[in-house]
């Protein structure tokens, strides 16, 4: 993902993804993009070290602020950025709804995840967190998904998008949930 970004840094409009976006030359959608672009990379990078026991005892103020920069980055920027470029997707209306469906529901989980931690609910907010974060590793999803699927049945490109537009976050985010499940309903130790 950080090669992915490096490309678009300094900002530049002809390479890579927005090359096939030049048609769409609104300031809006190229704001957006840098915008979720230049934060999603720091989203990752802060959320990976949140699901560390060992950090969040030993070092708690690293777990808070890192998880302020997580939260405040989704809601702020990466989200809203997500949805912005949502109405542009390609792959036509199905592709579009997907996105706009995951930019909703990663605002919305990162957004009761701090809800719960500010009312000193610890289960809800790490549930809540775990489906946050499912939805920002989908971006390594959709590609890994995308791979897998030209690797092995070679479908036109708008089909392979249009598949993995959907894959690469409701795969994550059932995962999530089952994970949850266990854990709760199985009494699965973590």
Not at 76 to 103: D, E, H, I, R, T
């Amino acid at each position: 993902m950080l090669l992915i970004t490096w490309q678009y840094i300094p900002v530049r409009f002809d390479v890579a993804f927005l090359k096939l976006k030049e048609p769409i030359a609104y300031r809006h959608y190229q704001v957006a993009f840098f915008g979720h672009v230049y934060t999603s990379i720091v989203v990752l990078i802060c959320g990976i070290p949140q699901f560390s026991q060992r950090l969040r005892l030993r070092w708690p103020a690293v777990h808070r602020w890192a998880g302020y920069a997580y939260v405040g980055l989704i809601l702020l920027v990466a989200a809203p950025a997500g949805l912005v470029m949502a109405l542009y997707a390609n792959g036509g209306w199905s592709a579009q709804l997907s996105f706009v469906l995951q930019a909703v529901l990663w605002f919305w989980f990162t957004y009761r995840a701090l809800r719960a931690i500010r009312k000193g609910r610890v289960g809800e907010h790490r549930d809540f967190m775990l489906r946050s974060f499912a939805l920002t590793l989908s971006a390594i999803s959709l590609r890994l998904f995308k791979w897998g699927i030209v690797a092995l049945f070679a479908p036109p490109p708008m089909d392979t998008y249009r598949i993995v537009a959907w894959a690469g976050w409701l795969v994550n985010l059932g995962l999530a949930e089952l994970w949850i499940y266990y854990r709760i309903d199985h009494h699965l130790k973590i």
